[in-house]
């Protein structure tokens, strides 16, 4: 019986480690989506929620790229989490940002959800994959918002601001959510912009959050092909400022290449604090000129001046020749490292480019689309060198994880063998023992 046990025993081990080399070799792809969120905690830029490109229905999805390592944009690796939110019900317009005592903790507002259970907030702790719902002390009357961008400060204050709700209103309420000690307020609105949603909006160095664009008509009708909306979005001639400390608005008028009105586009802080570098977006109709290749702007801080940045880069595989690669609107955009890394959305070919765009950003004189995430702060560093790493890192994984399943296997197949065996011979000693016995008894 003893080796019985320990056959089955090693069966059930090759059985798993079988099965943990099979889901190594067999990389998880995400389905395309856009309208998620995205948080970058240590080294892991995480992905959560949203809605399926091809049908615009909520989707189930939690995951996660490791940027600790260099990367090549057409073969991610990512990592499945989805297991761990099944407390999160499905809803895409969320907004997150990575807060709490210890700046570690992913913080979800809000979002469009069918089910009413679904919390105002929600937090996930890394370290232990744990999510949970809270509740949050002070004001009692905050309802539930989505398609905005919330921002987060120096002193881990969540700043949410205008969006819609779930009666389809669009407000310009600020709300400010303290992340240490989870307690609500209301900042001002003397002087706010009109209400909108889907703009964009950044924290800038001296604490102050800069909106931008945007949309005022929950009517207005969206082509995922065009990009276009109708004439429904705001103008991008004015941008907004509101100052944490002082808890008050202020209106700048930009001068230069204005940007055409739009909103669902992404925005991000340049690495020397002094521009803006927004992307892609849903365009009015008319008076946009060539838009792909107007698709990416800067917004000079020091005399709020718009400008087209010199772009040169790589041509992206399986794009039919092309150098820059689609605008897309609902996406996401983080800076990681010297990259500004735009994640899915709409408008873009799966089939010809990749989920992620890096963009290196890191010269302000020529930015650089690139397919190799380098995680060194280097500029000079190689991206071919990066390529190699990352193939490299990749061939090494499947050399070893095909040699322990032989290895495994061949352990395996050996104590089948010994144990079928060792059986048989059982067996015929039983027979022999039996036959005789049977035979007395006639």
Same mark, same amino acid.
């Given at each position: 019986?003893?080796?019985?046990?320990?056959?089955?025993?090693?069966?059930? /081990?090759?059985?798993?480690?079988?099965?943990?080399?099979?889901?190594?070799?067999?990389?998880?792809?995400?389905?395309?989506?856009?309208?998620?969120?995205?948080?970058?905690?240590?080294?892991?830029?995480?992905?959560?929620?949203?809605?399926?490109? +091809? *049908?615009?229905?909520?989707?189930?999805?939690?995951? !996660?790229?490791?940027?600790?390592?260099?990367?090549?944009?057409?073969?991610?690796?990512?990592?499945? $989490?989805?297991?761990?939110?099944?407390?999160?019900?499905?809803?895409?317009?969320?907004?997150?940002?990575?807060? @709490?005592?210890?700046?570690?903790?992913?913080?979800?507002? @809000?979002?469009?959800? *069918?089910?009413?259970?679904?919390?105002? /907030?929600?937090?996930?702790?890394?370290?232990?994959?744990?999510?949970?719902?809270? %509740?949050?002390?002070?004001?009692?009357?905050?309802?539930? $918002?989505?398609?905005?961008?919330?921002?987060?400060?120096?002193?881990?204050?969540?700043?949410?601001?205008?969006?819609?709700?779930?009666?389809?209103?669009?407000?310009? %309420?600020?709300?400010?959510?303290?992340?240490?000690?989870?307690?609500?307020?209301?900042?001002?609105?003397?002087?706010? &912009?009109?209400? $909108?949603?889907?703009?964009?909006?950044?924290?800038?160095?001296?604490?102050?959050?800069?909106?931008?664009?945007?949309?005022?008509?929950?009517?207005?009708?969206?082509?995922? %092909?065009?990009?276009?909306? @109708?004439?429904?979005?705001?103008?991008?001639? %004015?941008?907004?400022?509101?100052?944490?400390?002082?808890?008050?608005?202020?209106?700048?008028?930009?001068?230069?290449?204005? &940007?055409?009105?739009?909103?669902?586009?992404?925005?991000?802080?340049?690495?020397?604090?002094? $521009?803006?570098?927004? !992307?892609?977006?849903?365009?009015?109709?008319?008076?946009?000129?060539?838009?792909?290749?107007?698709?990416?702007?800067?917004?000079?801080?020091?005399?709020?001046?718009?400008?087209?940045?010199?772009?040169?880069?790589?041509?992206?595989?399986?794009?039919? @020749?092309?150098?820059?690669?689609?605008?897309?609107?609902?996406?996401?955009?983080?800076?990681?490292?010297?990259?500004?890394?735009?994640?899915?959305?709409?408008?873009?070919?799966?089939?010809?480019?990749?989920?992620?765009?890096?963009?290196?950003?890191?010269? *302000?004189?020529?930015?650089?689309?690139?397919?190799?995430?380098? &995680?060194?702060?280097?500029?000079?560093?190689?991206?071919?060198? +990066?390529?190699? +790493?990352?193939?490299?890192?990749?061939?090494?994984?499947?050399?070893?994880?095909?040699?322990?399943?032989? /290895?495994?296997?061949?352990?395996?197949?050996?104590?089948? !063998?010994?144990?079928?065996?060792?059986?048989?011979?059982?067996?015929?000693?039983?027979?022999?023992?039996?036959?005789?016995?049977?035979?007395?008894?006639?």
């Amino acid at each position: 019986m003893s080796k019985n046990i320990l056959v089955y025993f090693l069966l059930w /081990i090759l059985l798993l480690v079988l099965v943990d080399v099979n889901c190594q070799l067999t990389p998880f792809k995400p389905s395309g989506l856009f309208r998620h969120t995205t948080t970058l905690i240590d080294n892991e830029l995480y992905i959560l929620g949203g809605s399926l490109t +091809s *049908n615009y229905t909520l989707v189930k999805g939690f995951f !996660y790229l490791d940027i600790s390592v260099p990367f090549n944009t057409q073969e991610l690796s990512w990592q499945d $989490r989805s297991s761990t939110i099944n407390k999160i019900p499905l809803h895409d317009g969320a907004t997150s940002v990575k807060g @709490g005592a210890n700046n570690d903790t992913l913080f979800l507002y @809000g979002g469009l959800t *069918n089910d009413p259970k679904m919390a105002l /907030i929600y937090t996930f702790d890394p370290l232990h994959s744990v999510w949970n719902s809270q %509740e949050i002390v002070g004001i009692n009357n905050t309802i539930r $918002r989505q398609s905005l961008t919330g921002v987060i400060d120096y002193n881990g204050k969540f700043y949410l601001w205008g969006g819609v709700t779930s009666n389809n209103i669009i407000v310009n %309420e600020m709300l400010i959510l303290n992340t240490i000690n989870l307690s609500w307020r209301k900042g001002s609105l003397v002087n706010a &912009p009109t209400a $909108r949603y889907h703009f964009g909006a950044t924290l800038l160095p001296n604490n102050k959050i800069i909106y931008i664009g945007g949309g005022d008509d929950i009517t207005s009708k969206f082509n995922n %092909e065009t990009l276009s909306i @109708g004439d429904t979005a705001l103008s991008l001639r %004015e941008v907004y400022i509101y100052d944490t400390i002082n808890d008050n608005w202020d209106t700048k008028n930009t001068t230069g290449e204005i &940007p055409s009105n739009r909103y669902g586009f992404s925005t991000i802080l340049g690495l020397d604090g002094q $521009r803006i570098i927004i !992307y892609g977006g849903a365009f009015n109709d008319s008076g946009y000129g060539d838009y792909r290749d107007s698709s990416l702007y800067v917004l000079d801080l020091t005399n709020f001046n718009w400008y087209i940045p010199k772009i040169t880069g790589k041509i992206f595989p399986n794009s039919g @020749g092309k150098i820059f690669p689609n605008p897309r609107a609902f996406h996401k955009a983080n800076v990681i490292s010297r990259y500004m890394v735009i994640t899915f959305g709409v408008g873009y070919d799966r089939k010809a480019e990749s989920d992620i765009l890096l963009l290196d950003i890191s010269n *302000n004189e020529e930015y650089v689309w690139t397919t190799s995430f380098d &995680p060194s702060p280097s500029p000079s560093s190689s991206s071919q060198t +990066s390529n190699n +790493s990352s193939d490299n890192s990749k061939m090494v994984g499947a050399i070893v994880g095909s040699l322990l399943s032989g /290895i495994f296997l061949s352990v395996g197949s050996f104590f089948l !063998y010994k144990w079928n065996k060792n059986k048989q011979n059982q067996n015929h000693i039983t027979r022999t023992v039996l036959i005789p016995h049977s035979y007395s008894n006639c």
